[in-house]
């Protein structure tokens, strides 16, 4: 737990910038890999930030990142969190154990934050899915 709190602890207040994959500047995107890898030990994929976030989650969904991290119904400290402000998600964040629980994200408007999910949702993500990770087995 101390190394998720440094890692979010050295992240807020950050700038968003696109593409940004840190440590000075990042995107939700960047941010959710680099937290993934530095906190989690685990490599995400880099995605060439398109231009909206929606398309960063449906190339997710046609890539082999999505069989191995499946939704879940509660999240659990290391889950991505996606997140909807309209139909369709647009928004990502890694849920930490922090406080009773938060999701480090990045917005443009505000940079790096860490909220609580009621927090998210006053801020108008409508609908929140949990996505744990599952190592693949040897077949």
């Known amino acids: 737990m101390r190394i998720a709190r440094a890692f ?3 992240a807020i207040g950050k700038p968003w910038r696109e ?10 995107w960047g941010l959710a ?6 906190v989690f030990g685990r490599e995400l994929p880099i995605i060439d930030y398109p231009s909206t976030m929606r398309a960063v989650v449906e190339t997710i969904e ?11 119904e509660k999240p659990e400290h290391g889950d991505l969190v996606t997140m909807t402000q309209s139909q369709h998600p647009s928004h990502i964040g890694t849920y930490l154990a922090l406080d009773g ?5 990045a917005t ?11 927090q998210l949702k006053l801020e108008g993500f409508r ?3 949990f996505h744990r990770y599952r190592a693949r087995t040897a077949a």
């Open 127 to 129: 609908k929140l899915r």
């Open 62 to 72: 046609d890539h082999e990142i999505h069989d191995a991290w499946p939704e879940v």
């Open 8 to 10: 979010a602890n050295g």
């Open 101 to 105: 629980g938060r999701v480090l994200h």
């Open 33 to 38: 890999r680099a937290c993934q890898k530095i």
């Open 108 to 118: 443009k408007r505000e940079g790096v934050l860490c909220c609580t999910l009621m």
């Open 19 to 28: 593409n940004g994959a840190g440590p000075e500047e990042y995107d939700c």
